[in-house]
């Protein structure tokens, strides 16, 4: 568990970029309270501060962010129920700030994506993704569904992919996710995904605030209009699935690492 004190979000604004780099290797940069708590303070930060005309949200580990940190918080004593409502919560408020925020985020990753973290590259307007990338959501796999992450995840994965991908728990590497609307670009080594990222920030930096406030408001109107009208249903189902029995079994088998009884596969592993 990550004590919430030590410095998990590191910041620094450089030539117009404000960069928020996730730097909680050691849980895989879970969205625990540490980590949430700092992200949410950096980008609001960020979007007021006039001289970030941009923010680069980005990692530290191979892993870019692994979801709710569950584990720490059933062992803080909350229960399953209240430890996933208040990271859907949490996950609610992070991906409107960033679709909210007047100023375009990009997403740098490289490593892998699952489960909030598809949350926070979905509500990002960009994604530049290195060679290291996998991306997975596995929530079918636990008796659970992608439900509030569907929000932002939804309006720019083609339907074909979603109903593969939601349903399936597949992992797939950074050409199918720029195939599938995911991803904006992806890069074969990391020196590529370095100057693919500098090639967007030097066009960031071209566009006046007010031209970049008035243009991603563009390209976020639908998303957002989806997100304010579902957000609640999305987190109450969220709720009722995480309080069933079968997602009780399926945590259960996922934190002790066993396969849970649905497997039908586990005889031929």
Request: glycine content about 10%; hydrophobic content about 45%; some cysteine.
């Amino acid at each position: 568990m990550t004590d919430e004190t030590t410095e998990v979000v590191h910041t620094s604004i450089v030539d117009g970029i404000a960069t928020l780099e996730l730097d909680s290797p050691a849980n895989r940069n879970a969205l625990g309270a540490a980590l949430v708590g700092q992200l949410s303070s950096a980008l609001q930060s960020a979007a007021d501060d006039p001289s970030a005309r941009a923010v680069v949200l980005t990692h530290t580990g191979g892993t870019f962010c692994a979801g709710a940190d569950l584990g720490a918080a059933l062992k803080s004593g909350m229960s399953v129920e209240d430890a996933s409502a208040h990271g859907t919560r949490s996950m609610i408020d992070l991906m409107r700030t960033i679709l909210t925020m007047p100023k375009p985020v990009v997403a740098r990753i490289d490593g892998n994506v699952r489960a909030g973290g598809f949350g926070l590259i979905g509500a990002a307007d960009m994604v530049l993704a290195g060679p290291s990338c996998t991306f997975a959501l596995t929530e079918a796999r636990l008796g659970l569904a992608p439900s509030v992450i569907s929000l932002v995840l939804l309006p720019k994965l083609t339907a074909r992919a979603a109903g593969r991908f939601f349903l399936t728990g597949e992992t797939f590497g950074p050409e199918e996710s720029v195939r599938i609307g995911l991803v904006t670009e992806a890069f074969a080594t990391v020196d590529d995904l370095g100057s693919g990222l500098d090639a967007v920030l030097a066009g960031l930096r071209r566009s006046s605030p007010q031209g970049l406030a008035a243009s991603k408001a563009l390209t976020t109107a639908e998303v957002l209009a989806r997100f304010e009208t579902e957000a609640d249903a999305r987190a109450a189902e969220s709720a009722e699935l995480f309080g069933s029995e079968e997602a009780r079994a399926g945590m259960t088998a996922f934190l002790s690492k066993q396969r849970p009884p649905w497997d039908l596969t586990a005889d031929q592993r």
